[in-house]
């Protein structure tokens, strides 16, 4: 099957085309994305500003042009923290049904966490053991634990690094007053979830997914995006401990200079830098391991397994037409 997800996040609007079997990996055919940023286009009240309805609704009705042109035969479509919450989430939701015919699915944050770590358990396995995640978005941090592919604890906090740069580090570079503030800020809202975190005893392997997860780890010296997705990558608690001073005097266009890290990221890279390492440390993590899969993944995985299911269901309970001839052949 050819499937469709478009993932309207806070930095990113992607139309993510796959061809997917139960079973089997999905294999990606087709990416349409741009950076619409629709964190940025709020109001002072919090609501989605006309102009970036707009927008959302021009992308997607391309993203279903796209997803038509490419044989797309069942859709997946999420959003998560930036309309999730805005106050006129619904209006943006009503208008882009309306003009696209597309039913946004707005995932809660926890829901976010869920589906990201199945993807990061079906692409690392069962032999990792006990499994520990950390994904920064634009808007908001997720994180999950468990041994299982439903974890025992999954959370959410606004920590995303898009929140962080806007909230707290406006200057370019920002001043060393507001990256402290801003360090002391994430480092409080991390600390709120630790124990939530670590009560089901140590972890056997820990897992960075996200875009800026995998730039952190491109700067630190991991292997280039060229290399392909099954090239092991890590990022160490300790070289990003060793960037951040550096990364905090840069500005955004020599951020942008650095491997892995595009034009368009580079404003944020300092905050999701000071959110990763606020992690690390708390949670006692010296290395994790670079997931080239997280929430569309999940989302693909999911959707799968249910229409397996049905698939399933279908078998167990339709007749079995070498039944009927094994029995008349019994008879006879």
């Known amino acids: 099957m050819r499937l469709g997800v478009i993932d309207v996040g806070s930095n990113t609007v992607h139309l993510l085309v796959v061809d997917a079997h139960a079973g089997a990996r999905p294999i990606p055919a087709t990416s349409h994305k741009v950076e619409l940023r629709l964190a940025e286009h709020l109001d002072e009240g919090g609501c989605i500003s006309d102009k970036g309805a707009g927008a959302l609704v021009g992308f997607v009705a391309s993203c279903t042009e796209v997803a038509e042109d490419q044989g797309v035969e069942d859709m997946i479509a999420f959003a998560t923290s930036a309309i999730r919450e805005a106050p006129n989430g619904d209006a943006v939701l009503d208008r882009v049904r309306a003009e696209t015919g597309v039913d946004l699915h707005v995932l809660p944050g926890g829901e976010e966490a869920r589906m990201t770590f199945l993807a ?8 990792v053991g006990g499994l520990l995640l950390l994904d920064i978005g634009g808007g908001s941090l997720e994180l999950a634990a468990g041994i299982d592919e439903v974890p025992d ?6 920590l995303g690094a898009g929140r962080v740069t806007r909230e707290w580090l406006t200057g370019d570079p920002p001043s060393a007053d507001d990256v402290r503030a801003a360090r002391r800020y994430v480092r409080a809202e991390v600390a709120k979830v630790v124990r939530d975190l670590t009560r089901g005893g140590p972890f056997d392997c820990t897992v960075g997914s996200s875009k800026t997860f995998r730039s952190l780890a491109r700067v630190c010296g991991a292997a280039p995006s060229e290399e392909g997705p099954y090239v092991p990558r890590h990022l160490d608690h ?5 960037r951040l001073p550096g990364l905090a005097r840069m500005t955004a266009a020599e951020r942008g200079a650095l491997p892995g890290v595009s034009a368009g990221r580079a404003p944020q890279l300092l905050a999701g830098a000071l959110v990763a390492d606020a992690a690390m440390d708390l949670l006692g993590v010296e290395r994790l391991a670079i997931s080239p899969w997280a929430l569309r993944e999940g989302l693909i995985l999911r959707r799968l397994d249910v229409l397996d299911g049905v698939h399933e269901a ?13 029995a008349d052949r019994a008879r006879t």
């Open 120 to 127: 990061v358990r079906r692409w690392f396995g069962w032999s």
């Open 153 to 158: 604890v999954a959370v959410s906090i606004p």
């Open 314 to 326: 279908v078998r167990v309970h339709a007749p079995d037409a070498f039944t009927h001839v094994r």
């Open 238 to 242: 300790a070289d990003l401990r060793d």
